[in-house]
């Protein structure tokens, strides 16, 4: 059979991670992967981790080389291509080639598609779908066999080639994939996906728990006292105690797990996006499939095409829970927004097929979206069914869809008018109803009411990791709080040589959250109440900071402490009597570390005399590569 000598390889985006020129030519001598791969595709995204391990193996003879191939619009910007390659932390150099002209050359047909090129550069075969690993890595191990000792394998590194790592500065939060908040409204769980942690903060961003050493997480949840973490990049959904960190995994062996969905009845549904289904995992019970069958498409359940029956899902990335016992989700690579029933029927509200795609609003003949990646659950639309609130990540925009009933035609599709985001990868609601949102390619998270179009970034504070969160305050204007403060200085002496060995500093923020009144006290005794008067209503924190002067026989420092409180101060009449009593303060969680004391202006000091204190201390291509695809893999892509 005669040998085919690999085609050039051609793309107007240009090179990532190579010099211009760059191309087959200056790989004579090397055994080439190449790589035919779009970033919206999970069975794409899912080969890297197969490819990482040849290029770990095989670092001076083999060279893989990845050819970007879009398939959604968004996916032809040059700018869209460096990003995936960012954001999936590829290492090797790729091609943009928006106009598919080197998937044509090789004839392609579907993705990822895996091509073997031998030293002379000439074409070995090719292998379509995830789960080749094993097959490539032997192709590899014979063709090296093959040309060990002649001259026409080369060693070593490749000129024209460097690492595609973005030089960026420190960032708070990277790709950040998901975000979801609490039922108070009060804390946000931040899938950091970028970062391979998982983060809690309040609406301010003041982190209270960082859950680290996670693998890509993307969906988050909170589930009472703990939380529920999609730990994507290790093929399983986790739980994390809030309080001491302890994990504990719920289901493994999915295949991407992009998020889940806590059901009124406490069972989880999870959205596992790379073999197209969801799953159910009850309370107590063996997890089982509630939708899909691992084969990818647009088919609801019991739709009248041939063999059909069962429903299909194309990538499911996001899902919300419904009162009623169901879910809503989004079908990314489909493009579409699905409902499932409480008896586990899935019912197609926007989309049309694996190749359909657009930004326009309307009812079920004209709506369209492109690659939606979250979905969040809002209060009462225009009837009976809640608001539906959608990511639609490759258009940028934050879609509404409102209905009567669980159908398309009872449904329509709009726009809201937020701006300024880029791939949006997760949402969800607020109380007040203003939505908080993932705004993944910027790095960030952001708070927006649904009618606006400036949204507001939460700035990541983790100074405040390691402090105390104390017991909330819920009080009337003008009503009192007894705030509670304690610093044990166990065995240690309190020193009183400079005078009153305790310092306690009252501060909130907002600062009209608190009336007037003293700020700062010096007092004899490390444990105590002190009262205030509330301010104003709002919501917002009370922070103690307590310092303790303390010896022991060798020398004397400063013993400090730092605890917060959520304060309410509702409206006249929305507390009782109008006073709070805060109680027994609980550790934050796993991640501790110093914080600095609050920045506000005191009042002035109580009245009580005392000296200076002592610094202190803080406490296509013929198939000659034998394999089976496994269900999901490939993509049929265009001809």
């Known amino acids: 059979m005669a040998r085919v000598r690999a085609p050039e390889l051609l793309g107007r985006g240009g090179w990532i991670g190579a010099t211009p020129d760059f191309g087959l030519a200056k790989l004579t001598g090397k055994v080439v992967v190449l790589d035919f791969w779009t970033s919206s595709c999970i069975n794409c995204v899912r080969v890297q981790t197969e490819l990482r391990a040849i290029e770990e193996r095989f670092a001076d003879e083999v060279v893989v080389i990845g050819v970007h191939s879009p398939k959604f619009p968004r996916e032809h910007e040059h700018d869209a291509v460096e990003r995936a390659v960012e954001r999936l932390r590829i290492r090797h150099p790729v091609l943009d080639d928006p106009d598919l002209a080197t998937w044509q050359q090789y004839g392609v047909k579907g993705w990822p598609t895996l091509v073997l090129i031998d030293p002379q550069g000439y074409v070995v075969g090719g292998i379509a779908g995830e789960g080749s690993g094993v097959v490539l890595t032997q192709s590899i191990e014979a063709l090296l066999e093959e040309h060990r000792n002649t001259p026409s ?6 000129i024209g080639v460097w690492d595609t790592t973005a030089m960026v500065g420190f960032q708070s939060l990277s790709f950040p994939g998901k975000v979801a ?3 108070t409204g009060r804390r946000l769980v931040i899938a950091d996906t970028g970062h391979d942690r998982v983060l809690v903060t309040d609406l301010a961003g003041r982190v209270e728990l960082v859950v680290p050493h996670l693998h890509q997480p993307q969906g988050v949840r909170f589930d009472g006292n703990r939380l529920l973490v999609c730990d994507t990049g290790a093929d399983r959904v986790v739980a994390v105690d809030r309080a001491d960190g302890a994990l504990t995994v719920l289901a493994h062996g999915l295949a991407s797990p992009w998020d889940v ?10 959205a596992e996006a ?15 499939v509630v939708a899909g069958t691992g084969e990818e498409n647009l088919l609801d359940t019991g739709a009248p095409e041939p063999g059909a029956g069962a429903p299909l899902l194309a990538q499911p990335s996001g899902v919300a829970a419904l009162p009623d016992g169901g879910a809503v989700f989004v079908d990314a690579e489909s493009s579409s927004l699905r409902a499932l029933s409480p008896r586990r029927a899935v019912k197609t509200l926007v989309g049309q097929g694996l190749f359909d795609w657009g930004a326009s609003d309307g009812g079920p003949d004209s709506s369209a979206m492109q690659h939606p990646a979250g979905v969040a659950v809002g209060g009462p639309g225009d009837g009976p069914v809640p608001t539906v609130f959608v990511a639609d990540s490759l258009n940028h925009l934050i879609r509404a869809w409102t209905g009567t009933a669980w159908s398309a035609a009872a449904g329509r599709l709009r726009t809201l008018p937020v701006s300024g985001l880029q791939e949006p990868g997760g949402l969800d609601v607020l109380p007040d109803g203003r939505l908080v949102i993932a705004d993944t390619n910027h ?6 009411g649904p009618d606006e179009v400036e949204a507001t970034e939460i700035l990541i504070d983790e100074s405040w990791l390691g402090t105390a969160l104390g017991a909330p305050f ?12 304690d610093l044990d200085p166990g065995a240690l002496s309190l020193d009183t040589s400079d005078g009153p060995p305790v310092r306690v500093e009252i501060t909130a923020d907002p600062s009209a959250l608190l009336g007037p009144g003293p700020r700062r006290w010096e ?3 490390p444990a105590g109440r ?4 509330a301010g104003r209503p709002g919501d917002g924190i009370v922070v103690v900071t307590v310092e303790v002067a303390v010896c022991d026989d060798d020398s004397c420092r400063v013993l400090r402490s730092r605890r917060r409180h959520d304060l309410t101060v509702g409206p006249w009449g929305a507390a009782g009597p109008g006073d709070a009593t805060a109680g027994r303060t609980v550790p934050t969680g796993p991640t501790a570390g110093p914080g600095a004391p609050d920045a506000g202006v005191p009042d002035p000091v109580a009245p009580t005399p005392g000296g200076p204190r002592r610094e202190g201390t803080e406490g296509g291509v013929a198939g000659a590569l034998a394999g089976d695809v496994v269900p999901g893999g490939p993509t049929v892509g265009p001809a």
């Open 153 to 158: 394998l080369l060693r070593g590194p490749v």
């Open 274 to 288: 790379g073999r197209h289904r969801l799953w159910l995992v009850p309370a107590d019970g063996e997890p089982r």
């Open 474 to 485: 819920t009080v009337g204007p003008g009503g009192a709080l007894s705030v509670p403060f």
């Open 523 to 525: 007092l004899a005794d």
């Open 443 to 448: 790095h960030r998270v952001v708070v927006v």
């Open 181 to 183: 908040a609490d039922p």
């Open 261 to 270: 969905a806590v059901l009124p009845d406490g069972s989880l549904l999870v």
């Open 530 to 533: 002190l009262e205030l008067a």
